[in-house]
């Protein structure tokens, strides 16, 4: 937990940073762009309130994960970094619309641009957002902080490609150049955060993760010594780096001892072959009914006008769950 806290510290610290660099670059685009009558500077403005906004809700996720888990909320704020990737995610999809739109209009509407101030203004651009994307990219196994660190590295892209339409406008005149990087840069957001939308969708529905294949899962356990079946599976993300499980295994006939070794392995497993850790596991040693995928409990049956549950022979049902 120690480690944890250090990194989630670590993250915070960048974020913050970050946060400062990209509120002076947006008045300085958004001055200039208006000087030089560039779209393509305009639109670099418009991308970083929404990496403004970005940033901002990722630190705010990342404080929130920080927070212990409680009566009502038993998993925590884990999932508060995914909903924000989701959230980062659609307003860039917005933007790169609004993008699109405007430097449509401006193929039939051309607007002169200064070139050098574009050129100027990006290079800017070019070093604060590299900068902020190479600080972000040691964390960006998390869905969260690389939804933040693709929001960058896009700007990084489409401010070099800035950089390269003025001096082609400098040297040919060309003013069609400006919207046509626009309509490209548009095209990069879109691209980019389709990803993020797609996984971030999975985590929150609940969703198998994508790494993670449910039929070798399901072979490896019928493997083990002393299983029988394996159904009622069910494997979900808390967050993009953590995986849960939940099953029913049939297991032969045995001693509690016995299964206590027979759920061990099984969680030694999943941990060591599959990276899952948080597991919930009931033995079983007969079957159950299943209901729409998951286990239905035992019908009661009527004993001298009483209800009474029916248990099999040694039917001992075991859960435990890390």
Same mark, same amino acid.
């Given at each position: 937990?120690?480690? +944890?806290?250090?990194?989630?510290?670590?993250?915070?610290?960048?974020?913050?940073?970050?946060?400062?660099?990209?509120?002076?670059?947006?008045?300085?685009?958004?001055?200039?762009?208006?000087?030089?009558?560039?779209?393509?500077?305009?639109?670099? =403005?418009?991308?970083?309130?929404?990496?403004?906004?970005?940033?901002?809700? /990722?630190?705010?996720?990342?404080?929130?994960?920080?927070?212990?888990?409680?009566?009502?909320?038993?998993?925590?704020?884990?999932?508060?970094?995914?909903?924000?990737?989701?959230?980062?995610?659609?307003?860039?999809?917005?933007? =790169?619309?609004?993008?699109?739109?405007?430097?449509?209009?401006?193929?039939?509407?051309?607007?002169?641009?200064?070139?050098?101030?574009?050129?100027?203004?990006?290079? =800017?651009?070019?070093?604060?957002?590299?900068?902020?994307?190479?600080?972000?990219?040691?964390?960006?196994?998390?869905?969260? @902080?690389?939804?933040?660190? +693709?929001?960058?590295?896009?700007?990084?892209?489409?401010?070099?490609?800035?950089?390269?339409?003025?001096?082609?406008?400098?040297?040919?005149?060309?003013?069609?150049?400006?919207?046509?990087?626009?309509?490209?840069?548009?095209?990069?957001?879109?691209?980019?955060?389709?990803?993020?939308?797609?996984?971030?969708?999975?985590?929150?529905?609940?969703?198998?993760?994508?790494?993670?294949?449910?039929?070798?899962?399901?072979?490896?356990?019928?493997?083990?010594?002393?299983?029988?079946?394996?159904?009622? +599976?069910?494997?979900?993300?808390?967050?993009?780096? /953590?995986?849960?499980?939940?099953?029913?295994?049939?297991?032969?006939?045995?001693?509690?001892?016995?299964?206590?070794?027979?759920?061990?392995?099984?969680?030694?497993?999943?941990?060591?072959?599959?990276? @899952?850790?948080?597991?919930?596991?009931?033995?079983?040693?007969?079957?159950? +009914?299943?209901?729409?995928?998951?286990?239905?409990?035992?019908?009661?049956?009527?004993?001298?006008?009483?209800?009474?549950?029916?248990?099999?022979?040694?039917?001992?049902?075991?859960?435990?769950?890390?």
């Amino acid at each position: 937990m120690g480690e +944890l806290a250090r990194s989630k510290g670590r993250i915070q610290q960048i974020l913050k940073g970050s946060l400062a660099l990209t509120a002076l670059y947006i008045a300085a685009t958004f001055f200039f762009g208006l000087r030089a009558h560039s779209l393509a500077l305009i639109s670099e =403005a418009g991308h970083n309130v929404s990496d403004f906004l970005a940033l901002s809700l /990722s630190f705010a996720a990342v404080w929130l994960q920080t927070l212990p888990a409680t009566d009502e909320r038993t998993f925590g704020y884990q999932r508060a970094g995914v909903l924000a990737g989701f959230v980062n995610a659609l307003s860039l999809m917005a933007l =790169a619309v609004w993008i699109a739109v405007a430097a449509v209009v401006r193929f039939f509407h051309p607007v002169a641009v200064e070139p050098h101030l574009m050129m100027m203004v990006a290079s =800017a651009g070019v070093l604060m957002n590299g900068l902020i994307a190479g600080l972000l990219w040691k964390f960006s196994g998390d869905v969260n @902080i690389r939804s933040v660190f +693709l929001h960058m590295l896009g700007d990084t892209v489409s401010t070099a490609a800035v950089i390269v339409g003025g001096l082609v406008i400098a040297l040919t005149g060309q003013e069609w150049i400006d919207p046509l990087l626009s309509l490209m840069i548009a095209a990069m957001i879109l691209w980019s955060s389709w990803s993020i939308v797609r996984e971030t969708l999975q985590i929150l529905l609940e969703g198998t993760p994508r790494s993670v294949n449910l039929a070798e899962i399901r072979s490896a356990i019928q493997k083990l010594a002393g299983v029988v079946n394996v159904h009622d +599976l069910h494997v979900w993300s808390l967050t993009s780096q /953590s995986h849960a499980m939940a099953c029913h295994v049939q297991v032969e006939e045995m001693q509690l001892a016995e299964c206590e070794d027979v759920l061990a392995r099984l969680n030694h497993l999943l941990r060591d072959s599959f990276g @899952i850790q948080h597991t919930t596991i009931q033995l079983e040693v007969t079957g159950c +009914l299943t209901l729409e995928g998951c286990c239905s409990p035992p019908e009661p049956e009527e004993v001298d006008g009483h209800s009474h549950h029916h248990h099999g022979p040694g039917s001992h049902d075991h859960a435990q769950a890390h």
